[in-house]
């Protein structure tokens, strides 16, 4: 067995041996695969069932069994969820763990897994991948047609949107 | 509407996420589909070589006692019994379940076939360049039930 605690480890070093094998189409042939399997009877499911809420639903899970450093925020309203992590215990481990070295482009799996769930749902995914090197990251996921309706409708959501949008960079760095 | 903040720090859970057995589980899966059997075989190897590498030396170092202490830490952590007897020359450790197993089959995914080299791979890699060996006794694919052997290599 390999203990979930030591899993990171061994995703890692599949992407390496993955892109080794079938280059960087390996790689993400195989997190569509995951995001397929792997996502569409968790957060698939949640956010088709509760809207943005399932995000919050999903993440307040998992991160809290990473045991992960972050700052999480859902307006519902605004149709708006965002996570800033302070510290990623995934890539944490991949920095501290000295004698292995990570995937090159690890973090960028959770754009890829996420994405494909998401935005076929009607939502946008932006992550800020800019910090992964301190094992900091942050995403915001907007409701699309949310958006859409208030830059029809007026300018009031707009600018609350993009208030929000500002706050999470400020809070990330 | 709810309006929700939440905060954490990594100090107040437990690191546990079981659903990481799937997602390894689906690795697996994933690249036997394409690239086969041996291929799965090789990246365990791999893995065990360079994550092991600090036991690996630790098993060269203190003999067998490295090792009882991995896994019983392990099993622990995976909230799983098992019964573990060494001496200088033999391990065995006897499990009635396989925690990654379990929760795999609690999710409703399919155990990859070849799930059982998670250990016998993983194992045999740890032994290689070492004085000791791996053997598998027994493996129960439904539930990951096993016995594990690791034992002194006979001097040729």
Redesign the interface.
């Known amino acids: 067995m390999i203990s979930c605690t030591e899993f990171i480890a061994a995703y890692s070093e599949l992407f390496k041996f993955l892109e080794k094998k079938g280059g960087k189409k390996a790689v993400a042939d195989f997190w569509n695969f995951l995001s397929d399997k792997y996502l569409s009877t968790s957060l698939k499911r949640l956010v088709k069932k509760n809207g943005i809420r399932g995000c919050w639903d999903y993440w307040q899970h998992a991160l809290n069994e990473e045991a992960a450093d972050f700052t999480m925020e859902l307006d519902e309203q605004a149709g708006i969820f965002k996570i800033i992590m302070h510290y990623c215990p995934s890539k944490g481990r991949l920095l501290k763990w000295r004698h292995i070295k990570p995937y090159a482009d690890y973090c960028r799996h959770c754009d890829v897994l996420y994405r494909r769930i998401l935005e076929p749902l009607g939502y946008r995914y932006e992550p800020d991948l800019s910090q992964t090197n301190k094992a900091r990251c942050s995403v915001i996921i907007t409701r699309k047609n949310k958006m859409q309706s208030k830059k029809i409708g007026g300018k009031k959501h707009e600018r609350k949107t993009g208030h929000c949008r500002r706050q999470a960079v400020i809070e990330t760095k | 509407?709810?309006?929700?903040?939440?905060?954490?720090?990594?100090?107040?859970?437990?690191?546990?996420?079981?659903?990481?057995?799937?997602?390894?589980n689906?690795?697996l899966e994933?690249?036997r589909r394409?690239?086969g059997d041996d291929?799965v075989r090789?990246?365990l190897c791999?893995?065990a070589r360079?994550?092991h590498?600090?036991l690996i030396r630790d098993l060269r170092r203190r003999g067998l006692i490295a090792l009882k202490e991995y896994f019983k830490n392990?099993y622990a952590?995976?909230g799983a019994a098992v019964r573990i007897n060494c001496s200088k020359d033999e391990l065995f450790i006897k499990t009635d379940f396989?925690?990654?197993v379990k929760h795999i089959r609690r999710?409703?995914?399919d155990v990859s076939p070849l799930f059982i080299e998670?250990?016998r791979a993983?194992h045999k890699a740890i032994c290689e360049d070492t004085p000791f060996a791996f053997e598998l006794v027994r493996y129960d694919k439904k539930t990951?039930r096993s016995i594990q052997r690791f034992y002194r290599r006979k001097k040729s």
């Open positions: 509407m709810a309006k929700k903040i939440m905060v954490r720090k990594a100090s107040d859970n437990e690191y546990l996420h079981k659903d990481f057995h799937c997602a390894l689906l690795g994933y690249a394409r690239f291929a090789n990246y791999q893995y360079s994550f590498a600090p392990i952590i995976e396989c925690p990654a999710r409703g995914f998670t250990e993983v990951g």
